[in-house]
């Protein structure tokens, strides 16, 4: 490359050479000094390269990016001394100050629930004095009235300092690395006692915004529902908080959820209604821009100036103001150098999936749409329609791998929603914004604005309800490794050259015709022989849902059945939907042969209600409660639909598909009394295939191992997973004997207020010499046999 020239293909490699270093140094940790003397070397040269004008100083220049990336993770993953992350699992006394509004919600059952985002200033150990601390930590408490408290207002809260723990599944977003990003190093409960307030005069401009925004919320209250205020509050300010699951749904089947959270389309329309504004009254164009420029300043800090929102106002930003003044080139060149400033000042961020649909998708709207746009034009497509698809498909093939990891879902029907429903969409965000605004000099005409807003809000629920109803309206996709996602965007690359470039690539191909296509035969038959030739496996996968089991059986043919599903006892978060069904799709399940519960206790069975609405089930196999309590459980009324795939499982029971035989291989009787709990009543189920087995509990007692054995049933297995998340009222050493397996799994909750596992029941599994393995450290587990080997992978080894 010479110097001056390709300055987009330049930056695209610099940026490209700091988001590898930066991931490299997430997987490989290398001495800081080796670093800084490789680095130093590299800009001596880049420096030399530059002064003689050499061919190679670009390479030179791209390692300097790498060994920068690999540098600045290090620092900004380093937390210091005084951070509040390293007092975990201690009781103690934090002082903070409030950073932002805190997020009010209530459960399932309607107990009110506060988080406050505290940034701590001191911290005090038990029988100590008060010392300096530093980072983020959110403070959960259940309060029937939340405690006053504005931004920048001193808080005093007692508890146990918590490290962040999300669900350690492929294709889970990390939530410790995305809190992480925002300075939240550790979480305390402070439960039914709640905080301590002591109110300070500061911060009175970030107050101001958050008064207004109430202001807006208070407006909306006297005209519509409470369901309406939420969405409409969503669709303005962003956040999910009280919306109702049905739109939620209907949002996310048809590609349009990122309209409830502040994102680049937000900020693209206010900068087109601005920018039509100034043309209507004929202002020059950098007056307009300047205007522009204003509004996405004003909004961004009405929406709380947060991080994810200041992303979305500088990507979104720079793509209208570069569409609008058709200067595509230069906007692509200030994309990539924000991405390179922002990744230097925050190289967490990479890791981030609001930063990596943010500035996939501006890159998409920038290099693509007009490629598109283009396409349709020429081929006689009226000019709304050919903008609202070019910008559709634009945003969706540039994101495309990243939906797939996390989501395994592509939207076909955003194609009709962007053109029938966004537009409404945006009329709301507008008339809304307009609303909120008059209602500050006339409340009447702001309320009649807000009204119909509401009305608005109906047509585009109904409409986006059908919509995601249509046949086909959301498809599975598979997730790609690093490998097929650099193929990926190699091929999408294509769609950028030139006829020229395209020309001298087709040319390049036709004359080394022989040659590309003799690889490409060796590369297939060498694929399809490896598949031919691996051995028929059988998987079982232990999921991470916290404190609770949930397992999945895939045969070697593909059949699917899962045992346990997880869930929370409160039903706060839907294990079943958030967890267990990403983490199927993931693994490319699209529909289950079986679900067997071991007992009908929420961490155990309250997953399998969201499952079953979700995905097709064949039948879904129970202890002896009766229907009622699983009913209970999923949160399904007594005469539910999903209820008659049903029943009650018997003792000696088998079924064999694809040579793996899932037996019931214990099923008490119900005790209906009660006092009945639900762990006596645990099924037992082993799977076996080959000379490998798998023994699930659930909850069994140590009366119900004891049972179990004086049956004269044999429960011998390679592995078990270990009864009642590792509690010593379970795994008796008279059972652990009989079972005599080479793994024991406990599937346990991080820092769960249970003190699982206990140390009894390590130590036995200890003397037995058995290999022990835990989702709260290792996360998802699975073990791969062909029934006479057998190896073992997990989240993190």
């Known amino acids: 490359m010479k110097i001056g020239q390709d300055q987009e293909i330049f930056l695209a ?56 990336g690999m540098l600045r993770f290090g620092a900004a993953n380093h937390l210091s001394e005084q951070d509040i992350s390293h007092f975990a699992s ?33 911290v005090k150990l038990s029988g100590k004095n008060w010392q300096k601390a530093s980072g983020g930590l959110y403070v959960y408490a259940r309060s029937p009235e939340a405690t006053a408290v504005q931004i920048g207002d001193k808080v005093r809260a007692s508890g146990k300092v918590r490290i962040p723990h999300g669900y350690q599944n492929p294709g889970q977003l990390d939530t410790r690395m995305l809190l992480k ?82 994102s680049g389309s937000h900020i693209s329309l206010l900068a087109a209604v601005m920018a039509g504004l100034g043309n209507l009254l004929r202002l020059p164009k950098k007056v307009t821009a300047v205007l522009v420029v204003g509004i996405i300043v004003i909004y961004s800090l009405l929406a709380g100036a947060v991080p994810p929102v200041i992303r979305a106002g500088i990507m979104g930003g720079v793509a209208f103001i570069a569409l609008a003044l058709d200067r595509e080139r230069d906007a692509r060149r200030i994309l990539l150098l924000t991405g390179l400033g922002m990744l230097l000042v925050s190289p967490l961020l990479l890791f981030h999936i609001s930063f990596q649909l943010s500035f996939l998708a501006t890159a998409g709207l920038l290099y693509l749409a007009p490629v598109w746009q283009g396409f349709f034009r020429q081929r006689g497509c009226n000019s709304y329609i050919a903008a609202g698809l070019s910008i559709t498909l634009a945003a969706q093939l ?12 592509l939207s076909l029907s955003s194609l009709l929603a ?52 249509l046949p086909a309206s959301q498809i599975w996709i598979p997730a790609l490794n690093g490998g097929w996602t650099g193929v990926y965007y190699a091929l999408l690359g294509l769609f950028l050259l030139q006829d020229e470039q395209r020309q001298k690539i087709w040319a390049a191909i036709k004359a080394g015709w022989k040659m590309l296509g003799t690889v490409i035969l060796v590369v297939f038959v060498f694929v399809i022989s490896w598949q031919l030739s691996k051995p028929q496996e059988l998987q079982v996968h232990f999921l991470d ?12 043919h593909g059949h699917a059945f899962m045992v346990d599903t997880g869930g929370t006892r409160d039903g706060a978060f839907d294990v079943g939907a958030k967890v267990d069904v990403p983490y199927l799709l993931h693994y490319g399940v699209r529909q289950l042969d079986g679900v067997y519960l071991t007992h009908a206790h929420e961490d155990h069975a309250a997953g399998c209600g969201s499952i079953l609405k979700k995905i097709p089930v064949s039948q879904v196999i129970t202890a002896d409660e009766g229907v009622a309590e699983y009913a209970h459980s999923m949160r399904f009324g007594d005469n539910d639909r ?33 006092h009945k709990t639900g762990n006596e009543a645990s099924n037992v189920y082993r ?40 509690s010593d009222t379970s795994s008796s050493a008279a059972f652990l004997e009989a079972v005599n397996p080479q793994y024991a799994v406990i599937c346990v909750g991080a820092e769960n207020n249970f003190g699982h596992p206990k140390k009894a029941v390590l130590e036995r599994l200890g003397k037995m010499q058995v290999r022990v393995l835990r989702t709260d450290r290792n996360g998802a587990i699975v073990f791969r046999t062909d029934g006479q080997k057998m190896c073992m992978n997990s989240y993190r080894e």
């Open 13 to 68: 490699g610099l940026l490209l050479a700091l988001g590898t270093g930066i991931v490299s140094a997430s997987l490989l940790v290398l001495p800081a000094g080796i670093l800084l003397s490789l680095l130093l070397v590299m800009l001596l040269l880049s420096v030399y390269g530059c002064w003689q004008v050499k061919n190679w100083t670009c390479l030179v220049m791209l390692a300097v990016c790498f060994l920068l």
């Open 90 to 122: 201690e009781l103690v006394k934090v002082e903070g100050i409030l950073r932002e509004e805190p997020r009010l919600t209530e459960d399932y059952d309607g107990q009110k629930k506060q988080r406050y985002l505290l940034d701590i200033t001191r």
């Open 181 to 262: 990003c925002q300075g939240i190093t550790a979480s305390l409960s402070v439960g039914k006692q709640g905080i301590r307030v002591e109110h300070e005069e500061v911060e009175i401009f970030f107050r101001s915004l958050v008064e207004i925004r109430r202001h807006y919320r208070e407006n909306m209250q006297k005209v519509m529902p409470k369901e309406d205020v939420a969405a409409i509050f969503a669709l303005l300010f962003g956040g999910y908080d009280g919306v109702e699951l049905r739109l939620l749904e209907a949002f996310t089947t048809s590609g349009l959820i990122h309209l409830l959270s502040v």
């Open 398 to 409: 540039s994101t495309l791998p990243v939906l797939a990891w996390y989501f395994n879902q």
């Open 418 to 469: 962007n053109l029938l429903v966004v537009p409404l969409v945006e009329g709301m965000i507008v008339l809304g914004l307009f609303a909120g605004a008059a209602a500050f000099l006339f409340p009447v005409l702001g309320g009649i604005a807000f009204a119909c807003d509401s009305l608005i809000l109906g047509l585009v629920t109904e409409l986006t309800v059908k919509i995601a109803a």
């Open 545 to 556: 849902v916290g404190q609770g089991d949930a397992a999945l059986i895939i045969t070697p």
């Open 642 to 674: 999903w209820l008659r795939k049903f029943h009650r499982a018997q003792q000696g029971e088998k079924r064999t598909v694809d040579d793996v035989t899932i037996e019931v291989l214990y099923a008490p009787e119900g005790n209906h009394g009660e």
């Open 687 to 726: 799977v076996s295939y080959g000379k490998a087995s798998f023994l699930f509990t659930g909850d069994l007692t140590v009366e119900g191992e004891g049972a179990l054995l004086a049956a004269g049933i044999n429960p011998q297995s390679t592995v078990l997973k270990v009864g009642h998340h590792g």
